[in-house]
């Protein structure tokens, strides 16, 4: 594996590959690696010839900084896990060399941005689709790989991708958990013990609603989420929305989407946790 760390480097040797017929596979990451991010990488080393992994936290799409601040960065341990995964080039960019000068670029990111992490963390999105753009300009991949933990991030990026006129395939992965069924995040590294023992009832508590939905109608189901697990010690609900799948838009009834996903977003303390769930009919 190649750790490269400049923008020239890495457009020439992806540039060298792609000379030679390789099929290029892109995963951005912030680092922090964990199964969910490995599991990202193996299904791009199924799918093409080169696999380039990113690991940068970006600043743009953090709208509070203390969380910037403390956004874990464990380079050594990354690296120990891209090489196992087989990975062909690692990007380690510094700020500097991905921003020289800031990023003004204002994105129409549209519906699928205007609920839900969109008012909640207002500019993140535009920050992701900054990076996301530059990244998809530096490497020119075939493919990109995200995890269908951030269900409206997938959604916001294939929206960019229509937006630039880029030839890539978004490949969306299914959500790794923990055994305990806890989604992975590099977040889950800041919960205290107690907090860690309790966080996997968003999950518990989402996969019961599959059946409570059976016999409920949509707002009755949304309330059940909401009240189950606020019911739990230090975790609050900071939303749960039921949206269609494809246009992320709210629903009111299940009839109103062939798939609709449960989207939510807990403080376990002062963690703030993400997840979801399909409602197939
Ligand atoms: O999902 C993430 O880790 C980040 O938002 C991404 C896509 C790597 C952009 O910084």
């Not at 963390?121 to 790989?145: C, T, W």
């Not at 305990?180 to 019961?208: E, H, W």
């Amino acid at each position: 594996m190649e750790v490269i760390r400049t923008v020239s480097e890495l457009k020439q040797r992806v540039a060298a590959q792609r000379a030679q017929g390789k099929t290029i596979g892109l995963v951005p990451t912030m680092g922090a690696l964990h199964a969910g991010h490995i599991s990202l990488m193996e299904q791009a080393r199924k799918d093409n010839d080169i696999v380039v992994v990113s690991v940068f936290v970006n600043p743009t799409q953090f709208n509070n900084p203390e969380d910037l601040r403390t956004y874990p960065r464990t380079e050594e341990a990354d690296c120990v896990k891209m090489k196992a995964a087989n990975v062909d080039i690692a990007f380690i960019p510094s700020v500097e060399e991905v921003y020289p000068e800031p990023d003004t670029r204002t994105f129409d990111l549209g519906l699928v941005a205007e609920v839900m992490e969109g008012p909640m963390r207002p500019g993140h999105f535009n920050g992701v689709a900054q990076i996301v753009s530059k990244l998809f300009y530096m490497v020119e991949p075939d493919r990109s790989y995200f995890g269908e933990k951030d269900f409206q991030q997938i959604a916001v990026i294939r929206r960019m991708v229509e937006i630039e006129g880029f030839n890539i395939e978004i490949i969306d992965c299914p959500i790794k958990r923990e055994d305990d069924g806890l989604a992975m995040s590099s977040r889950n590294v800041r919960l205290t013990p107690q907090q860690r023992a309790i966080a996997p009832n968003i999950a518990r508590t989402l996969n019961a609603s599959l059946d409570y939905a059976l016999g409920h109608n949509l707002a009755e189901t949304k309330q059940y989420v909401i009240d189950t697990i606020n019911a739990f010690p230090q975790m609050e609900v900071e939303y749960y929305e039921i949206v269609n799948a494809a246009t992320m838009q709210p629903i009111s009834n299940w009839e109103d989407a062939p798939v609709a996903v449960g989207c939510i977003t807990v403080y376990c303390g002062e963690v703030r946790l993400i997840d979801n769930i399909k409602y197939t009919k």
